[in-house]
């Protein structure tokens, strides 16, 4: 099947700085990315659809400054966290789905955010 | 608005034992139900796929018929393995395409022991 990266898979970093979170769809083209949250012994929450070339939509409570997203091509979509804190601390996972695809997503393997 | 909900986990279950899963969703019109699998250090894997009311999806032993007079779809195995052991996650698409995004429960943990 179709095959999703992310990058890196686990980052540290300081309250107050920036990560940026890649995610690349390794042999297909990616329409659509969505970008999901995981938090302990819960489900995963959408955060924001991507469509290459255009903004990304948010879902409701997803502050758009905050969760930077960028999808300029249609292998590669970036979340960025800016000015991270604590609370941002999560397992953030992107899906792709693909031109004229239906029903399936293929999902990266997630990213494990910690911030101190 | 769609929902999932599942059993809560953990599981744990013998080697060759029966497994069970429940799922319920709540949703309008006609969803799309996905079972997906999360093997330790990896991504979500589609396990497998009902679109339409009495499907019935499966893969690798598994199984799950899409009840629509119940709104359930529950997973089951009738002999489940070590290899088996992993956090499964029913999820339901709102639409006929995959450029929906997934509603899924929490996940529900299973270990499965020797």
């Known amino acids: 099947g179709a095959v999703v990266s992310q990058h890196p898979s686990r980052v540290i970093c300081k309250s107050g700085t920036s990560v940026k979170i890649e995610c690349r769809s390794l042999?297909?083209?990616?329409?659509?990315m969505f970008w999901y949250r995981q938090f302990p012994k819960q489900s995963l929450m959408l955060m924001a659809t991507?469509?290459?070339?255009?903004?990304?939509?948010?879902e409701q409570g997803v502050e758009k400054d905050k969760f930077l997203i960028n999808h300029a091509s249609l292998t590669l979509s970036t979340l960025t966290v800016t000015s991270a804190h604590p609370e941002d601390s999560s397992f953030y996972i992107c899906?792709?789905?693909?031109?004229?695809?239906?029903?399936?997503?293929?999902f990266g393997p997630g990213t494990r955010l910690t911030v101190t | 608005g769609n929902s999932v909900t599942q059993m809560e986990g953990p599981v744990t279950l013998s080697e060759e034992a029966f497994l069970t899963i429940n799922c319920t969703y709540t949703?309008?019109?006609?969803?799309?139900l996905f079972w997906y699998v999360q093997y330790p250090g990896e991504g979500l894997q589609l396990l497998l796929k009902?679109?339409?009311?009495?499907d019935k999806g499966s893969n690798k032993g598994f199984e799950a018929t899409y009840r629509k007079e119940t709104t359930s779809f529950h997973l089951e195995k009738g002999s489940v393995q070590v290899s088996d052991s992993a956090v499964y996650f029913c999820?339901?698409?709102?639409?006929?395409?995959?450029?929906?995004?997934?509603?899924f429960g929490k996940g529900t943990r299973l270990s499965v022991i020797a």
């Open positions: 899906s792709a789905t693909g031109q004229g695809s239906t029903y399936e997503q293929y």
């Open positions: 042999d297909f083209q990616a329409t659509t």
């Open positions: 991507s469509n290459e070339g255009s903004k990304a939509t948010y």
């Open positions: 949703a309008t019109g006609y969803p799309s």
């Open positions: 009902a679109t339409k009311a009495d």
């Open positions: 999820a339901l698409s709102g639409a006929y395409s995959g450029n929906t995004p997934l509603v």
